[in-house]
């Protein structure tokens, strides 16, 4: 299929289910009542998805509170009751983080649950994200291994183990969130990279790293203001990535000054082409979508790109979340017309 579509990852949760909530005060003591509702969610966010014409699905990330801290949770070392603060994204902003303190180790699966029952009630394509090494290690304060590399192939390791077990549940693809990789570019040159391909050997699914400038507060919006009119630290990046095996990359087109011929540097992978801007409320429109689609087409074979979301949508109202994703799929829909 040509153009098939997927999301970055996540979808806002159902109000029942996201917190803070009063409504959801009364059972947070009840663990099954939780998982059913977790699982509720995951069912929902899978059938919006396969309504909305999505061919690559996800579990919405509806078990998580945090993209990072919902893999962290599960993982042995870490000191949740001691956070600290830590700037993140080399001081971009400051937030209050847990604390690596022995060895590493998971406790178990991390993501079993939502994996199985995403993928025993869809027949579509399965997508799971995962956060990568380099982003994990600028979200975690290390008072154990005194040695970035050290801890990020640490966690490279765990990261392996559960992509594994997520390929056994019937995972499709496996995708790492590295927003870290536009931040520390001479790292991500030295080590990160090495670090993903770690996290990543040994699967036989399809593979994919999400790369962005970082999307649902204000202090990246800051930042991204004082970049100018051209985002060209990919430039920096592309080349390494073009010669790793991870497979797939995702990043940000649609009302992003990231250059599209960058997207040349990425030769033979396949391109996830942000058409979806979720730092805006306006919905939108299916040509909107080949536009877009249309202008990612001049640098990556049409045979290579798969429309999807400039990044999660979790901080979204759901009502214009789910609008943009039916934009998605009949984006997806009238390119193929238009562009097939």
Same mark, same amino acid.
């Given at each position: 299929?040509?153009?098939p579509?997927?999301?970055?990852?996540?979808?806002p949760?159902?109000e /029942?289910l996201?917190?803070?909530?009063?409504? /959801?005060a009364? /059972?947070?003591?009840k663990? +099954?009542?939780?998982?059913?509702a977790?699982?509720?969610a995951?069912?929902?966010a899978v059938?919006?998805?396969? $309504?909305?014409?999505?061919?690559i %699905?996800?579990?919405?990330?509806?078990?998580r509170?945090?993209?990072? =801290?919902?893999?962290?949770?599960?993982v042995e070392?870490?000191?949740?009751?001691?956070k %600290?603060e !830590?700037?993140?994204?080399?001081?971009?902003?400051?937030a209050? %983080?847990?604390q690596?303190?022995?060895? &590493?180790r998971l406790?178990?699966?991390v993501?079993?649950?939502?994996?199985r029952?995403?993928?025993?009630?869809? #027949?579509?394509?399965?997508?799971?994200?995962?956060?990568?090494?380099m982003?994990?290690? +600028?979200?975690?304060?290390? @008072? *154990?291994y005194?040695?970035?590399?050290?801890?990020?192939?640490?966690?490279?390791?765990?990261?392996?183990?559960?992509?594994?077990?997520? @390929?056994?549940?019937?995972? $499709?693809l496996?995708?790492? +969130?590295e927003?870290?990789?536009?931040?520390y !570019? $001479?790292?991500?040159?030295?080590w990160?990279?090495?670090?993903?391909v770690?996290?990543?050997e040994g699967? #036989?699914?399809?593979?994919?790293? =999400?790369?962005?400038y970082? *999307?649902?507060?204000?202090?990246?919006?800051?930042w991204?203001?004082t970049?100018?009119?051209? /985002?060209?630290?990919y430039?920096?990046?592309?080349?390494?990535?073009?010669?790793?095996?991870?497979?797939?990359?995702?990043?940000?087109c649609?009302?992003?000054?990231v250059p &599209?011929?960058?997207?040349?540097l990425?030769?033979?992978?396949?391109?996830?082409a942000?058409?979806i801007?979720?730092a805006?409320?306006?919905?939108?429109t299916?040509? $909107?979508?080949?536009?877009?689609?249309d202008?990612?087409?001049?640098?990556?074979?049409?045979?290579?790109?798969?429309?999807?979301?400039?990044?999660g !949508?979790?901080p979204?109202r759901? +009502?214009?979340a789910?609008?943009k994703?039916?934009?998605l799929?009949a984006g997806?829909k &009238?390119a193929? @017309?238009k562009?097939g």
């Amino acid at each position: 299929m040509l153009f098939p579509t997927t999301i970055a990852g996540s979808l806002p949760k159902p109000e /029942w289910l996201a917190e803070p909530n009063t409504l /959801w005060a009364p /059972w947070k003591s009840k663990g +099954d009542e939780l998982a059913r509702a977790k699982r509720d969610a995951t069912l929902l966010a899978v059938k919006l998805q396969e $309504d909305a014409g999505i061919d690559i %699905v996800t579990e919405g990330e509806q078990a998580r509170q945090h993209f990072v =801290h919902g893999f962290l949770e599960k993982v042995e070392g870490i000191d949740f009751a001691h956070k %600290v603060e !830590m700037g993140i994204r080399k001081d971009r902003y400051k937030a209050m %983080v847990p604390q690596v303190i022995a060895p &590493l180790r998971l406790k178990g699966r991390v993501h079993a649950d939502e994996a199985r029952v995403a993928r025993a009630h869809t #027949t579509r394509k399965l997508k799971f994200t995962l956060p990568g090494p380099m982003t994990i290690i +600028d979200t975690i304060a290390d @008072q *154990y291994y005194g040695d970035r590399v050290k801890m990020a192939f640490a966690f490279a390791e765990l990261l392996n183990e559960e992509a594994r077990a997520l @390929q056994a549940d019937g995972v $499709d693809l496996i995708q790492f +969130d590295e927003p870290a990789f536009n931040v520390y !570019m $001479d790292e991500v040159n030295d080590w990160g990279i090495r670090a993903l391909v770690r996290a990543a050997e040994g699967l #036989t699914c399809a593979t994919a790293v =999400h790369i962005c400038y970082g *999307y649902g507060i204000k202090a990246n919006t800051d930042w991204k203001a004082t970049l100018g009119s051209e /985002w060209r630290q990919y430039e920096d990046i592309f080349p390494a990535i073009a010669k790793s095996p991870i497979q797939q990359v995702a990043i940000e087109c649609r009302n992003s000054r990231v250059p &599209l011929e960058l997207l040349g540097l990425l030769k033979g992978k396949v391109v996830q082409a942000g058409v979806i801007d979720v730092a805006s409320d306006t919905v939108e429109t299916a040509e $909107d979508v080949v536009s877009v689609i249309d202008a990612v087409a001049k640098f990556v074979p049409k045979s290579n790109i798969v429309p999807t979301t400039n990044c999660g !949508m979790a901080p979204m109202r759901r +009502d214009i979340a789910e609008a943009k994703l039916m934009a998605l799929g009949a984006g997806a829909k &009238l390119a193929r @017309q238009k562009l097939g």
